[in-house]
């Protein structure tokens, strides 16, 4: 068996109790060594055979989950944040299928959820933006044309950019060429929940500058739109004294 399981975004104690539970009876562990946290690997049994996938193929990945299934071990395969985000899974989970190779998939906390607790911050103010867009910048891998920057700035939503550190001037271009102004509320959260987390909140203008002067070049995420620090939102009507709902009566 493989368990597919979500790291968190760093601090150890942010797995699921349930992921915890797997590397505790895992023979075998493979983790992706650039981003998950080493310590949650001491919740491994002495005996557990640890792999960091980062200097790994694809094909050596599998090689090792064929190797331990064969000696009826269980392996977890450790993603950082939620494997379903830029986890790299389907792949892998689609040559587990062609060599009948059972597995299931734990969810974690993703970092764009780890961020947003650094910044006490709320994606989705009722009238702000009620989505998120997840994306990232194309860098030596492609994203799909349809899916510009430019074309989602459009919608003015809540936005959160991945693994584009070292693009951000572009991305500022991008943004704004897509509607977004200069002064619109941005943050940059650098290892979220880690110890050494750095948040820093800035504008679509001044992404790129404020990641120079703060020296952040890798494992950071850019949040961008009004929800950012909006001053003024509508409150919810879900707990608004005048708004019934299927709990609570309104008081008139
Ligand atoms: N599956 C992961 C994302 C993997 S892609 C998740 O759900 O979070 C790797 C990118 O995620 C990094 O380049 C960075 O943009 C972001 N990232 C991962 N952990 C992070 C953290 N603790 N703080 C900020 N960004 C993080």
Known sequence: MVHFVGAGPGAPDLITVRGKQYLEEADVVIYAGSLVNPQLLEYTKDVCTIHNSARMTLEEVISVMEKAEAEGKTTVRLHTGDPCIYGAI?????ILDEKGIAYDSCPGVSSFCGAASALNLEYTLPDISQSVIITRMEGRTPVPTKESIQSFAAHQA??????????????????????YSENTPAAIVY????EDEKKFICTVGTLAQTAKENDITKTALMIIGEAVNAAHYDRSKL??????????????
């Not at 389907?90 to 689609?94: A, F, P, S, V």
């Open 90 to 94: 389907r792949e892998q989970m689609d």
């Open 191 to 194: 290892k979220a929940t880690w």
């Open 239 to 252: 707990y608004d004294p005048g708004f019934t709902t299927e709990f609570r009566k309104a008081v008139k």
């Open 158 to 179: 809540s936005m959160v950019v991945f693994l584009s550190t070292g693009m951000l001037e572009e991305l500022s271009r991008r943004l704004v060429e897509g509607g």
